[in-house]
Nanobody, 118 residues
Framework: QVHLVESGGGSVQAGGSLRLSCAASRWTTNCMGWFRQAPGKEREAVAGISKYGVPTYADFLQGRFTISTDAAGKILYLRMNSLKPEDTGMYYC??????????????WGQGTQVTVSS
């Protein structure tokens, strides 16, 4: 079992930045990542990082977000710059075998809300 706890969400104006954190009880899966879900929409992958440190990003990010971990691999970060109103949603930390799709995730955090106002 992997326990994930997110923090760092909040409300910002468009163009602002936030950094999300996810504390993991342990990292035993192939990857960890971030997903988001806007009201009325499906949950979508935002960024992932393999246990070898290789990051992957959703195409729609256009280089605005950066995923990283601490040296111990116990904290997952998502640095979000140039935020847009369409980035608004609940952001979930995830761990699993493939972090590019919901079906590849085995463990979920409880989520942290990000709200971007125009």
């Amino acid at each position: 079992q992997v326990h994930l706890v997110e923090s760092g969400g909040g409300s910002v104006q468009a163009g602002g930045s936030l950094r999300l954190s996810c504390a993991a009880s342990r990292w035993t899966t192939n990857c960890m990542g971030w997903f988001r879900q806007a009201p009325g929409k499906e949950r979508e992958a935002v960024a992932g990082i393999s246990k070898y440190g290789v990051p992957t990003y959703a195409d729609f990010l256009q280089g605005r977000f950066t995923i990283s971990t601490d040296a111990a691999g116990k904290i997952l970060y998502l640095r979000m710059n140039s935020l847009k109103p369409e980035d608004t949603g609940m952001y979930y930390c995830a761990a699993g075998s493939y972090c590019g799709i919901v079906a590849g995730v085995r463990f979920w955090g409880q989520g942290t809300q990000v709200t971007v106002s125009s």
